[in-house]
Every structure is written in C-alpha cells, then in structure tokens.
C-alpha cells in the first residue's frame, strides 16, 4: 500500500502539513501527498498520529498496530525518577530464566523509540538459553584476551586506531585492555563477561547503515528503562 489521504475522512485542516519534517504533504484544494518529495518519507508515523479523523494512511503503519490513544493522565515526575535512579549499569545476574512474555514486552517497546534514520535496517537477537550463552565464553574469552596483544604491539595498535577510529579506539584502550590485562575475562576467573546473565539482548545492523549506531543506544536504552519496572528485583 502507498501513502495515501482517505477524502471521505479528511476534513482539510492542515496540521499534517505543518506537522512532516521533509515537507512531503500538500493543500492545494485536497491534502496530498507531493509526489516528488514523497521518496523523502520517514514512516514516523507523526502525520498519522497527529491526524484527528485517522484519515492518512502511511505505509507501512496502521492505527491499529502502531499507534495508541495518548493518555489523559499526566505522567508523574518522581516515579520515573525512581526507575532512573535505581537502574544499573553493572550487575550480576540471578540464575534465573526470562519469560517469553516479558522478552516479547521489552522487544515491543523498541517500536516506540525515536530514531535516527533507516529503522528499517535495524536488528535485535535475543539468547534465551544460558547454557548457549556458556557455550559462546571461551571465544568471547579469546577475543576480549586478544586485544592485548593488539594495544602492547605498537604496529598493530596503529593499525586498530585507524580501523575503529578515535573514539572507538580509546574505549578499547582505556577500557577493556586494562580489564583484560587484570584478568577479568579469563573463564578462570569466573563468568566476568556476561555476569551470569541468562538473557541476552543485542541490536545490530550493518555497517553501512545509517546512523545505526545512535539508533542502537537509542534502542537499548528504552530496553533497559522498560527492564527496570517489570522485573525489578534487587539483589541482581
């Protein structure tokens, strides 16, 4: 289905118009979509969600599935500063399986995030089994043991710096090389890398993507704000 104005519903106001970033929505008589600027559509759905008379019709979306009523009450201030105050970074994880249920609730919430660009391009996997996850440690163990020998070779650090860049570079340097030199991510150790997680949740995308990686911190994010009030249970 294209995008589309149904006439029967729409009753001209307008605010589609004012409201579209890229300007692709017309008056001149009827609203219409510009066809010309029409390949400039997001799918952010803000045209639709503003539409009083539900008469736009964007594709790929549908009231029904992806847009709800907006709620009357006022949201309150000091409950979610709670759950921002009581979120943790760092943890370890109960040996405790995650309901599908609760999995499904969590992935759900990441179709309410803002984005970047090119949501579509995204990706999210879940690992629902520890004794997988377990299976995977010795050659995550390898990798994150490995960028030691990368930062201590000076041809090889170089090297690293330019394929990552600078950011990605110091982060590598500053943080993980000292943690992995300390031995933190040696299985001899104990789980240092996963903390006994029996979940996990990864966002992905390719590396062309665009602005893939705003959107997976955008993303996990709302992941980790949505964690906090279903399943809060302390110690973790």
């Known amino acids: 289905m294209k ?9 001209s106001c307008g605010i589609c118009t004012e409201v579209c970033p890229y300007k692709i929505i017309g008056q001149n008589g009827n609203i219409h979509f510009i066809k010309e600027r029409e390949h400039l559509c997001l799918q952010c759905g803000q045209c ?39 979120r943790r970074s760092v943890r370890t994880f109960k040996n405790k399986p995650v309901s599908d249920e609760l999995i499904d609730e969590i992935i759900d919430s990441v179709s309410y995030a803002p984005f970047g660009a090119a949501p579509e391009k995204m990706g999210i996997s879940v690992i629902n089994n520890r004794e997988t996850i377990e299976s995977a440690l010795p050659l995550i163990s390898d990798f994150l043991n490995g960028i030691k020998k990368y930062i201590e070779n000076p041809i090889a650090s170089a090297f690293l710096r330019l394929l990552t860049g600078k950011e990605e570079f ?16 040696s299985l001899d150790n104990g789980d240092g890398i996963t903390r006994g997680a029996s979940t996990i949740i990864t966002i992905h995308a390719a590396k062309d993507a ?24 302390p110690p973790w």
Not at 3 to 11: A, E, P, R
Not at 49 to 75: M, Q, W
Not at 210 to 233: R, S, V
């Open 3 to 11: 995008n589309k104005i149904d006439h029967s519903l729409c009753k």
């Open 48 to 86: 639709m969600a503003i539409c009083p008379t539900k008469a736009i019709h964007v594709k790929g979306l549908s009231y029904d599935d992806d847009f709800c009523e907006l709620p009357r009450r006022k949201n309150n201030y000091e409950n979610f500063a709670e759950i921002l105050r009581s």
């Open 170 to 185: 110091q982060t590598v340097k500053n943080h993980i090389y000292p943690i992995a030199k300390a031995g933190n991510y």
């Open 210 to 233: 665009e602005a893939h990686t705003n959107n997976e911190i955008i993303y996990a994010t709302y992941i980790m704000l949505l964690h906090m009030p279903l399943d809060l249970e």
